[in-house]
């Protein structure tokens, strides 16, 4: 009887802390659903949900970038440029060390154009 007694009163035990669990779940879960839809919160905070699609245009079957067969186009260099700027290096961006003795091996050249 003794036994029983114990018993009895361990399952009431468990079911109140069942009960207390089930509630922290729910609550839980009703936080984990929030995001800036459904509450206060900025989309920003919006971590792990993923963003629907907005846009209305299809998938195709064509590889992104140009195509085969498509000539490109670029702008070509212009040989009197309005002002010229002249970039020397002064010092080794690896090393630090002076570069005012050494001799020059190799100049680049880009063009910026305005628009």
């Known amino acids: 009887k003794l036994q029983l007694a114990k018993a009895l009163a361990r399952i ?3 079911e109140k802390e069942n009960k ?15 995001n800036s839809s459904n509450s206060s919160l900025p989309p920003s905070s919006d971590r792990f949900v993923k963003k629907k ?4 245009r ?4 064509k590889p992104s970038g140009g195509q085969k067969g498509h000539k490109g186009s670029t702008l ?18 690896h090393c630090s060390s002076t570069l005012k003795d050494t001799e020059i091996e190799d100049v680049k050249t880009r063009q ?4």
């Not at 669990?21 to 929030?34: F, P, Q």
Request: with cysteine; aromatic share 4%; hydrophobic share 40%.
């Open 12 to 14: 009431e035990e468990l």
């Open 20 to 34: 207390l669990l089930r509630e922290e779940n729910a609550m839980l879960k009703a936080k984990l659903n929030m």
């Open 53 to 56: 699609d907005r846009s209305l």
């Open 112 to 115: 910026v154009f305005d628009i």
């Open 76 to 93: 070509d260099k212009t040989n009197n440029p309005d002002f010229v700027v002249d970039l020397e290096l002064c010092s080794c961006p």
């Open 58 to 61: 299809k998938k195709s079957n």
